[in-house]
């Protein structure tokens, strides 16, 4: 099994385009209360960092076994939602992360 190191650095850099793009705080993003941009976070981290349920979900304070729902009620909300969907897209052009195709598509 290959461990990922979580980098805290690209998080928070993350989570700033996150919060700028659906205009909330990050405090939001990194509470405890279950919201639709910590979900957003844990669902972008997975698809373009590739961490696991495990890292995601102790950074995040989710379970673990949580992780996997969150990723697919993201993706059905980008193929059922044309907002949302632009406002990911918006997030992957402020981190610059190139195959936002790949990422959306699982």
């Known amino acids: 099994m290959k ?11 993350v ?3 996150i ?3 659906f205009g909330c705080r990050v405090s939001e993003i990194v509470s405890l209360r279950d919201s639709l941009v910590k979900k957003v976070i844990v669902f ?3 698809k373009t960092k ?3 349920a495990r890292t995601l979900g102790h950074k995040y304070q989710i379970s673990y076994l949580y992780v996997p729902t969150v990723i697919a009620e993201m993706e059905y909300m980008i193929k ?3 907002v949302f969907e632009t406002k990911i897209n918006n997030v992957y ?3 610059g992360f190139e195959s936002k195709e790949k990422a959306c598509s699982a």
């Open 50 to 52: 590739k961490y696991d």
């Open 15 to 17: 989570e700033q385009a």
């Open 3 to 13: 461990t990922i190191t979580f980098d805290t650095e690209n998080a928070k850099i």
């Open 80 to 82: 059922t939602v044309p």
């Open 93 to 95: 052009e402020r981190i």
């Open 19 to 21: 919060s700028s793009e």
């Open 44 to 46: 972008l981290l997975s």
